[in-house]
């Protein structure tokens, strides 16, 4: 059996100069999900081909599907991309009428009934996949009983049902490396990397996966089931070894939910980077409470020149709400460490959580300006994600149905307390308090606080009326 393993083409963007749809995002993530099941299959002697259509049009996709002529079609489906995901199972079927179209990823495991409303679709894989792939393309081969496969979710003449679940391990050595010979590394830029490292071969790794906290917005914990798993500092610091010697790679963007969680793990990973000689810039992403001076220090002597942290709020009121589980002077303890140990620490903000007001906004302002963040805080605005508590909670309101991704809008803002219009006034205030100059660029183009502050009053009147 043949598996073509791939991500959709991504969403086209408005070109107001062309009046067409042809803007697209730049590569920015290696898509480290299809790499991983393709080095699963590869590992079990299945034929396996991988390709990122991020830019691809729908007449290249059509092509590769005729060209490559695969038994199986597996399709990763995010979120974001649910639309072109769906498209894409039903391009295969349309091309390839007798391949078996499967679909995994973030979303799929959250709505599989969604996913098998397109009849092109066979089967979803539901949550890390490596194994199930595996045991799926054995049980097609043998004319197996898809039931017995487990962590899958099947169309049957009742509707849809989930096979038994998988049980999974928390170390992730067993796991092949990333397949990186369908990917040209020098196409992907996180735009989190500075300019003195743009140049270099780099690539993303996943020294963990899951998270074990309950952060209010973030669906993490639900697709992991509330699991964190590990590779062991030997494991990655091979991966990382074969990478600067095989693809030339000199920067790695560790981008684990919670780089570390395991602080033994990480100095041990730090020894291993050292006495190895291995020579690379690395980032990596962690909470303000999972640091410490001997820790940071270590990482800087083994190539760590950024952290990234997921601050969200300034007030003790709004970091309480969104069940963050860190207080705001652990925040400035953080960063002050990271400073001293010639990290660069820089942060996420979020606007809109459960208790955001003005005053609220000003005491993020306030800490921000005390941590000296290294580069502008990546801001947004509080987005509901399926499966999230507040994704929850906005449901039982009747904010949003399950229905709603159904179709082809964004994730929509998280308006239990707050429209769209106050949400856009708190992002104004935020800015114009951390980032002036963004803030007077906005100015210019007719957007400031005021604007939105005169339409909330307008509201207030009509209510009022």
Known sequence: MKALLLTPPAPRLWNPATAEEDLLPSKTWVPLGIAYLTSALRANAV????????????????????????DLVGISCFTLGRINADRLASEARRVLPEARIVVGGPHATFFPEHVLANPAVDVVVLGEGEETIVEL??????????????????????????????????????????????????????PEIPERYRDLVGTHILSSRGCPFHCGFCSVN??????????????????VERLITDLGVGHVYFSDDLFTLDRQRILDLCRE?????????????????????????????????????????????????????????????????????????????????????PETIEETVALI??????TMPILGINTLLPASPQYDRAKEAGLISDGYWLGGDAPPPYTLEHDVDDLIYLQMLLTRGIAPQVYEQLCAMGFDEKYFLMRRMAKGMDRRA
């Not at 830019?55 to 005729?66: M, S």
């Not at 639900?222 to 991966?239: I, K, L, T």
């Open 222 to 239: 639900r697709f992991f089931e509330g699991r964190w798993s590990r590779r062991s500092p030997a494991n990655v610091a091979d991966e």
């Open 47 to 70: 034929e396996t081909v991988f390709r990122d259509l991020h830019r691809e049009t729908w007449p290249e996709v059509a092509a590769l599907l005729e060209r490559e002529r695969p």
């Open 273 to 357: 980077i050292s006495d190895r000689g291995l020579r690379f810039a690395w980032m990596a992403e962690t909470r303000v409470d999972l640091v410490d001076a001997e820790l940071l220090a270590r990482m800087r002597e083994a190539g760590c020149y950024r952290i990234y942290y997921g601050v969200e709020s300034g007030s003790p009121r709004v970091l309480k709400a969104a069940n963050k589980g860190f207080t705001a002077d652990q925040v400035r303890e953080a960063f002050a460490k990271t400073h001293e140990a010639g990290i660069e620490p820089c942060c996420f903000l979020m606007v809109g959580n459960p208790g955001e007001t």
């Open 137 to 190: 393309v054995a049980c097609f081969e043998r004319g197996g009983d898809l039931a017995d496969v487990p962590g899958l979710a099947l169309r049957t003449g009742n509707g849809v049902v989930r096979t038994r679940a998988r049980e999974r391990s928390t170390d992730l050595d067993g796991l092949a490396f990333p397949a990186y010979d369908a990917f040209d590394l020098a196409e992907y830029k996180s």
């Open 369 to 374: 300006r005390e941590i000296r963040p290294a």
